[in-house]
């Protein structure tokens, strides 16, 4: 097996154009399981760790720029105010050891529907890009566009992620995770919410509950127009329980969960309504206590 520890990022853009079968392992939280358990015996492994520019974020205006390889622990503990839900995301993934290591750039690589940060991606809006780039060039993928399949994702043979591109939050954004323990757990189901006052919409992502991370889109409309129609957003007052019902209820529809080994799939169903209105009243309550305070 060759091993390629390229130390720039053109040296790693290069490598992956002449060995496109190349695996890159960044934090390894995946890829060295993988191999351990000999799900992968790649021709060659892509050692992404060198790059430096890979593990530093920065903010341009209302855009967080988060390099593929900054990990859990750094987001939780530097980014938890531009991005409340990924970061809250972050908090359930694994155990220290593990949010050490392990990326949102691996997270997207390995594009599992039970990937924790996926659904605080979509929820984050439709604003958010994978940036990807190979010796062609560079693209920023719509997070929409980028889960394909099962643990696949749109990325060319050649491309490596190189950043996510998301918003600063400016509403209050939830996620909430159901496992068959507290911790070191892979999702059963897991749910992201966002209010986004300034455009007026609001942002689901689903995990676990689809062969691929999914939003709620009939669901966000829904919201959309209740808060709208009702002129909630100016005046913050209370959705009343037959919203926030409609809403879970329009989320469990959204989903096409299968039965496995952590939960059967109307368990799933049942428990992504429930995760639904939850994040919906606490999101709900944090922006109305918000619009009373400038008031
Ligand atoms: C004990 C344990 C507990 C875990 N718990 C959770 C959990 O609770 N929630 C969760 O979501 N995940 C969990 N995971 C899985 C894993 O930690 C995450 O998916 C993590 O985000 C992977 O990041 P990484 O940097 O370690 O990726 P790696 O293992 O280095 O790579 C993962 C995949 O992404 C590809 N890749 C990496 N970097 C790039 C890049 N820059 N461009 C293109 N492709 C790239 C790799 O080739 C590979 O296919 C757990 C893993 C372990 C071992």
């Known amino acids: 097996m060759e091993f390629l520890r390229p130390a720039t990022w053109d040296e790693a ?102 990937g924790d940060s996926h659904p605080a991606l979509l929820a984050a809006g439709r604003d958010v890009f994978v940036e990807a780039a190979s010796v062609r060039g560079t693209r920023l993928i719509p997070i929409d566009d980028f889960y394909t399949g099962v643990k696949r994702n749109s990325l060319e043979a050649d491309e ?36 986004h006052p300034k455009s007026r919409t609001v942002g689901t992502g689903i995990g676990s509950a689809a062969p691929t991370p999914r939003r709620a889109v009939e669901a966000e409309e829904y919201l959309q127009g209740v808060l709208a129609e009702r002129g909630l957003w100016e005046s913050g007052d209370l959705l009343g329980s037959e919203v926030v019902q409609r809403f879970g209820e329009l989320v469990r529809a959204a989903a096409s969960p299968i039965d496995d080994v952590r939960g059967t799939a109307d368990y799933r169903k049942h428990a992504l309504a429930v995760m639904a209105r939850r994040t919906l009243t606490w999101t709900w309550n944090d922006y109305s206590k918000q619009i009373r305070s400038a008031a």
Request: hydrophobic share 45%; aromatic share 6%.
């Open 160 to 195: 490596l992620i190189r950043a996510v591109h998301i918003p600063v939050a400016d509403g209050p954004q939830q996620f909430s995770k159901i496992g068959t323990r507290n911790a070191m757990v892979i999702a059963v189901c897991a749910f992201g919410f966002a209010l």
């Open 13 to 114: 853009l290069a490598a992956k154009a002449e060995y496109p079968t190349a695996l890159p392992i960044s934090g390894g939280t995946d890829v060295m399981v993988e191999m351990n358990f000999d799900v992968h015996r790649p021709s060659a492994i892509l050692d992404l760790n060198r790059i430096g520019d890979l593990a530093t974020w920065s903010i341009d205006g209302d855009v967080v720029r988060l390099g593929a390889a900054v990990p859990y622990s750094r987001i939780i503990d530097e980014l938890s105010e531009p991005l409340p839900g990924l970061a809250l995301a972050a908090h359930t993934v694994g155990s220290p050891q593990i949010r050490n290591r392990g990326s949102v750039g691996g997270n997207l690589g390995a594009a599992s529907p039970a």
